[in-house]
């Protein structure tokens, strides 16, 4: 089934505040696009709509969580990170408080919109910021996996989530812990890292591969930060060439913090696919993944071009 | 309840802490904290119910200082209340202390909300008074804010929203004293006329002197009474309050006193050098 991981975000969040009183929910005028409308529908009282004022948004979130509250605050990934960035640092992460940023249509997926709401540097700059951690599932399976463990911690977080429909890698309620990589497939000397969407872009790379005798690993990293990093440096070990994928700038994202762990541990080749620090353009999400290189062909001239 | 005497005779005490902490670390805010120690005075002895025993309990009324460089102000005002050592004073802007720069709510009893990035408490300060109503209590929310500090945008957006919210629960509080790092408010950028901005947003404005303690007390007693809607005190002061150099002076906004200028300053309080 193809589902966007947005959706499978309102789905599991209606459900988790019919569970649990203590959670709020706080949206920037995009509920329903966030699908954050949908745990508004249940828990009227407790969904905030903040209006086209993110940093107040976040503010608001971090005075509800200061108050004893889990406030889940959604808006798309431009507006949730890169506008109210300083009020995330001071306002909540700095103050650890209990605030889950989810920040939808992300990438360059989100499509005709175009470059002002193509988030490519959410990641960089959640990442930036001591102690934040960052979460990027990859499919509908994954993201309710990953709001079911933050509404269960006191950290603040950043969900990144898309706008396009992706088709299903797990199986709903199946989900290994979220915390760490998962290995979809073993292959052999190569391993791409993928997360979000890019994730099904790699295990399509994968079976094009296969088609020519090559045995690829493909591993899904929805941690950015934390990282596993015990789990990177098994894989990087074990392979030859390494490949991250990420549907972000290939500056300060998944490709970077793998490269980071690799120079620490186990240094590697490591060849980044994503936005090669460039902006994009309008287009359907299909049409911009494939001109990009994102898409499964995408990543697999990618690897061919480097074996 | 404190009477006015006594009120008078706590703010003495805390401003004399005041210019003995930014002396002490040789770094801070003198100018903005002397301004607005007769509004915290009373906010901290007669309006909230904030005490040693509860002050790490959110169950009580609650401040957010958003213009968090008046921290030596809420420092010296804590230790007044008994809820930090007075002695710790002496550690502030140091190398593990406490008492930071800017307040932080993990490290501090008593301190409600990390701030010192201008423009953000009110949006916190929100956030508490929603969950006080979701709580269904009838604990009160106060954010103290500068008038330089409402030139940031970010307070009107929640402005906006804490009028939207009908947040009769919270009470805001504008320090204006005229003056911003750069110069006076009106020759940098002219957050002025700032109640009516307010009162366009849907909020019950109140203007007072900011150092009369009547005016101060009744402020705060009629912010109370209003429902439906947030009250904003616009409280006119005059910065560097009770230390004669500093008295409307910007210079003094974040410049410790050194040398002699502690002598004046500590004299012009009745008080002597440690």
Redesign the interface.
């Known amino acids: 089934m193809a589902r966007a991981t947005r959706e499978a975000y309102g789905e599991e969040l209606a459900k988790l505040v019919q569970e649990d009183p203590k959670i709020?929910v706080l949206d920037a005028d995009l509920a329903g696009s966030t699908h954050s409308i949908k745990a508004g529908k249940v828990a009227p009282?407790?969904f905030?709509d903040?209006?086209i004022?993110e940093?107040?948004?976040?503010?608001?979130?971090?005075?509800?969580?200061?108050?004893?509250?889990t406030?889940f605050a959604s808006t798309f990934a431009m507006f949730a990170t890169g506008r109210p960035w300083?009020?995330i640092r001071?306002?909540v992460v700095?103050?650890?408080l209990n605030v889950k940023i989810a920040g939808s249509h992300a990438g360059i997926s989100v499509g005709e919109d175009g470059v002002s709401h193509q988030a490519i540097e959410d990641i960089a700059i959640m990442r930036s910021i001591p102690t934040m951690e960052i979460y990027c599932p990859a499919d509908a399976a994954e993201t309710k996996a990953v709001v079911d463990y933050v509404a269960k911690t006191t950290e603040p977080c950043y969900i990144r989530l898309g706008r396009a429909k992706v088709e299903d890698v797990y199986e709903e309620g199946n989900v290994p812990d979220i915390t760490k990589i998962h290995v979809l497939a073993q292959g052999q000397k190569i391993a791409v890292f993928a997360t979000g969407l890019m994730v099904k872009s790699a295990l399509e790379a994968r079976e094009m591969l296969l088609k020519e005798g090559v045995d690829i690993t493909v591993v899904d990293v929805c941690a950015i930060k934390p990282a596993d990093e015990a789990g990177i440096v098994e894989v990087l070990k074990n392979h030859d060439v390494i490949f991250t994928a990420e549907e972000h700038n290939i500056i300060n994202g998944l490709g970077s913090m793998i490269a980071e762990v690799s120079v620490t541990y186990c240094p590697r080749f490591i060849h980044r696919i994503g936005l090669p620090d460039t902006f994009a353009e309008s287009g359907s999400a299909a049409v911009l993944l494939h001109a990009y290189g994102l898409d499964g062909e995408g990543v697999y001239n990618a690897i061919k071009s480097h074996i | 309840m404190k009477t006015v005497e006594e009120l008078k005779q706590i703010a003495n005490d805390v401003r004399i802490d005041i210019i003995r902490q930014v002396s002490r670390a040789q770094s801070g805010h003198p100018g903005g904290s002397l301004g607005c120690t007769d509004i915290l005075t009373v906010l901290y002895f007669n309006v909230m119910d904030i005490t040693p025993e509860n002050a790490v309990s959110?169950d009580r009324d609650r401040f957010v200082l958003s213009k968090g460089h008046a921290s030596p102000a809420l420092y010296a005002i804590l230790a007044a209340k008994g809820i930090i050592p007075h002695e710790e004073l002496k550690t502030f802007r140091q190398l593990d202390s406490r008492l930071q720069g800017h307040p932080?709510?993990?490290m501090v009893p008593g301190v409600?909300?990390?701030t010192?990035?201008l423009?953000?408490?009110?949006?916190?300060?929100?956030?508490?008074?929603?969950?006080?109503r979701?709580?269904g209590n009838d604990h009160r929310i106060y954010c103290l804010m500068g008038d330089g500090e409402v030139e940031e945008?970010?307070i009107w957006?929640?402005a906006?929203?804490a009028h939207?919210?009908k947040l009769d629960n919270l009470c805001g509080i504008v320090d204006v004293n005229n003056l911003q790092i750069d110069g006076t408010t009106d020759h940098v950028i002219g957050p002025n006329p700032i109640g009516p901005k307010f009162a366009a947003f849907g909020w019950n404005v109140i203007e007072i002197d900011g150092h009369d303690y009547n005016e101060i007390q009744n402020a705060f007693a009629e912010a109370k009474t209003v429902k439906g809607v947030p009250t904003v005190i616009i409280a006119n002061t005059v910065k560097g309050k009770g230390v004669s150099f500093m008295e409307n002076n910007v210079d003094w906004h974040g410049k410790a006193p050194s040398g002699d200028l502690i002598k004046v300053a500590l004299n012009d309080l009745g008080a002597q050098e440690e």
Do not use: C, K
């Open positions: 709020v009282e407790r905030f903040m209006g004022a940093a107040d948004m976040i503010g608001t979130a971090a005075g509800l969580a200061a108050s004893g509250y406030a300083e009020q001071n306002s700095y103050p650890h | 959110i932080n709510m993990n409600d909300m990390s010192g990035s423009g953000q408490g009110l949006s916190a300060a929100n956030g508490m008074a929603l969950a006080n979701l709580d945008g970010q957006e929640a906006m929203a939207h919210y």
